[in-house]
């Protein structure tokens, strides 16, 4: 049984097709600063948004038909997912996957055995489609946001029973990271934060998280995996105010409870922007602090201040990322699509339409990120403006050899120090356009 016949295998033509089934940039074997840009680019099908969302939204129902010839909420529908998942990933040559739970078999209600039964039985589907192929785990998560008992939070529920509940629900996860081989286990923290604090107790609440994250950690380096946990930061939305709100806050709570070298961070573009941080600022962070985990990729509507989730198309934005990707030496984990089409774009040629567009502008990204680091213009100018730093007074203070008073008698001596000099800002922007539109 085949879901999109009517779509061939999407493969690399280069910038002047105008096949809408080709790659005009994504271009697996070619080599780019010594890796293939697949090895640069280890992309990720979202099972959540392309197997299972449908366009639903506040105001309307779903506008795309994702039963696969079956009936929703039926095993029968999970293993057709499957199915259409690994034809729609072998079609475009994206080796990884990534799901909560709940995006692979139906929840049951009443009881969590249920359910764990179904995950053993779709896992094993999982293990047996793939097997053959060069498709596997990126990582795996667990919905602990929908089901009505988390409306109070998971790991800062104010239950202990719902608490849990949520271990339960991490501990099948972390185990089906082993089964399935995934690099990592997500953690967003989809309703850990609150609405108000008159009725909240964040100490509490913070350090529950952090009981979570720890008994999780130990209870998966138990049974042998070896995978790195992440951590994705997003500032609102569900909740007002979430506690991972940015990747700089979710690092300092983990290094405060100690939890520091078993996660990193999983960056959300469009959480990014929610945050008043650019991408690039979030990769930033992470490079600087060793935290550089995995991409979720995205881009939300700057004009609008919720989650769109958005499939990325924008070079600039990408190339800027990509710049950052490539300095901190890449990523350990992937680049997920966390997007969704359009509502109106409600057809699977949409979803491959969407895949192309969003792994051709991750390439053109890396090819213009190399671009710029290769013409050096940037990297140069960054150096010199920091040159004070490598000699003289600059480099005692970094050695530790001067202390407050040395400083204070430097200062003192010199009257008055030099203009630091310009940032140039205008100058810099400049180069990157001139890299992105240099024919
Ligand atoms: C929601 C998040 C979520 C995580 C996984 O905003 O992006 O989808 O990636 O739970
Ligand atoms: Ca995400
Ligand atoms: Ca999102």
Not at 161 to 169: K, L, M, N, R, S
Not at 311 to 323: C, R, S
Not at 407 to 434: H, T
Request: glycine share 8%; net charge negative.
């Amino acid at each position: 049984m085949s879901y999109f016949d009517n779509v061939p295998v999407v493969k690399f033509e280069g910038r002047d097709s105008k096949n809408p089934f080709a790659f005009k940039y994504y271009d697996p074997k070619r080599v780019i600063l010594g890796k293939t840009m697949e090895e640069h680019l280890p992309f990720a099908m979202a099972w959540w948004h392309n197997m299972c969302a449908n366009g639903v939204d506040m105001f309307g129902v779903g506008t795309a038909d994702k039963s696969f010839g079956c009936v929703p909420g039926t095993m029968e529908h999970a293993r057709a997912k499957v199915d259409a998942g690994i034809e729609f990933m072998s079609k475009l040559g994206i080796k990884y996957f990534c799901f909560h739970d709940v995006d692979i078999v139906p929840e049951d209600p009443d009881d969590i055995n249920e359910t764990n039964r179904r995950l053993d039985e779709i896992t094993d589907y999982i293990l047996e489609k793939t097997k053959g192929t060069d498709i596997r785990c990126l990582w795996t998560t667990c919905n602990m946001f929908g089901n009505p008992r988390y409306m109070n939070g998971a790991g800062s529920s104010n239950s202990a029973d719902v608490f849990c509940f949520a271990a339960a629900q991490a501990k099948k996860g972390i185990e089906n990271a082993v089964k399935l081989g995934a690099k990592a286990y997500v953690f967003w923290g989809g309703r850990e934060g609150y609405e108000t604090l008159l009725n909240t107790d964040m100490k509490l609440e913070e350090e529950n998280i952090a009981k979570l994250f720890t008994l999780c950690r130990d209870y998966g380096r138990k049974i042998g995996f070896t995978g790195d946990f992440y951590v994705e930061p997003k500032p609102k939305e569900p909740m007002k105010h979430q506690y991972d709100f940015d990747a700089a806050t979710a690092i300092g709570f983990l290094r405060k409870y100690g939890l520091e070298k078993d996660f990193k961070m999983n960056i959300e573009a469009n959480h990014a922007t929610l945050a008043g941080h650019t991408l690039q600022h979030e990769l930033r962070v992470c490079a600087v602090n060793d935290m550089m985990g995995s991409v979720d990729a995205n881009q939300g509507a700057m004009l609008l201040g919720w989650d769109t989730d958005q499939f990325p198309t924008n070079v600039y934005d990408t190339t800027l990322a990509m710049y950052e990707i490539l300095k901190a030496g890449g990523l350990r984990g992937g680049f997920n699509f966390d997007s969704k089409c359009r509502r109106p774009s409600n057809t699977f040629e949409d979803m491959f339409y969407s895949y192309i567009a969003g792994m051709d502008t991750l390439a053109l990204g890396l090819i213009k990120a190399a671009e710029i680091i290769e013409d050096g213009r940037i990297d140069s100018f960054v150096k010199e403006r920091y040159s004070s730093w490598e000699t003289g007074v600059g480099a005692k203070i970094r050695s530790g050899e001067f202390t407050l008073e040395d400083c204070a008698a430097y200062a003192a001596e010199l009257k008055k120090p030099e203009n630091p000099g310009s940032g140039r800002q205008e100058y810099l922007e400049n180069i990157v356009n001139n890299v992105l539109f240099h024919s």
